[in-house]
């Protein structure tokens, strides 16, 4: 069974940075994609940032560009997401997800990834 556990959220005042985790467990892979999702307060989740098995390909949304940085160590089955200059509307609960097949490769949607860990909070203060 696919198991995801992030870890790594926080409160944090804007400019700040965090490294949020995901290990993942329970699979077996030849081509995969992982991705961040996030939910803001009362807002949809929305896509962030996803990589692809071998880290050579990678999609950020607009709004996270250039601050987030996405990568992965297949070794210990984790991906990462680092933030930096963090905003207050950078304010949710983040997920990691997995899909089991390669990464959609126009950009990333929550529809795509079948498995879900249980999020974490992020939260930036002004």
């Known amino acids: 069974q696919v198991q995801l556990v992030e870890s790594g959220g926080g409160s944090v005042q804007a400019g700040g940075s965090l490294r949020l985790s995901c290990a993942a467990s329970?699979?077996?892979?030849?081509?995969?994609?992982m991705g961040w999702f996030r939910q803001p307060p009362g807002k949809e989740r929305e896509g962030v940032a996803r990589i692809n098995t071998n880290g050579g390909s990678t999609y950020y949304a607009d709004s996270v560009k250039g601050r987030f940085t996405i990568s992965r160590d297949n070794a210990k089955n984790t991906v990462y997401l680092q933030m930096n200059t963090l905003k207050p509307e950078d304010t949710a609960i983040y997920y990691c997800a997995i899909r089991l097949i390669g990464c959609y490769p126009l950009g990333i949607r929550v529809t795509d990834f079948a498995y879900w860990g249980q999020g974490t909070q992020v939260t930036v203060s002004s």
């Open positions: 329970g699979y077996t892979y030849s081509s995969d994609c």
